[in-house]
């Protein structure tokens, strides 16, 4: 059991960055600054262990994965009627957005509440 919670815990960073690079890539952009700002912010996170940063990055994407919800929901109702496409939108966007946030919430847990010794081991 624990194995299974360090190995949780050490995830969180580096599914975040995996959900960076899917934005950056799906945004159809060379150059995306936010995508690259937010890797680099994780990867000193992955180096610092800074528990400031490590609280801030995730509530960001926190608050940023439920403004996207409330902006699927609403592309979602401009559909004519609940189709195919529609539930592929749904199904897919709000997986991509719930699952940020899950890993979100982990990484918020691992720096503001475990100690500082629990986490680097």
Do not use: C, D, H
């Not at 982990?106 to 475990?114: D, E, F, P, T």
């Amino acid at each position: 059991m624990k194995l299974l919670k360090k190995i949780i815990l050490s995830l969180p960073e580096y599914l975040l960055i995996a959900a960076v690079l899917f934005y950056w890539m799906s945004a159809g952009q060379p150059i995306n600054y936010i995508a690259i700002g937010l890797i680099i912010a994780i990867v000193l996170q992955i180096i610092f262990k800074n528990k400031m940063v490590g609280i801030a990055i995730p509530f960001l994407l926190i608050i940023t994965s439920l403004y996207m919800i409330l902006a699927l929901i609403s592309e979602v109702r401009e559909f004519p009627s609940f189709n195919a496409e529609a539930k592929t939108l749904l199904l897919f966007g709000l997986t991509y957005f719930l699952t940020t946030m899950l890993v979100s919430v982990i990484m918020i847990y691992k720096y503001a509440i475990l100690p500082s010794k629990q986490r680097s081991s």
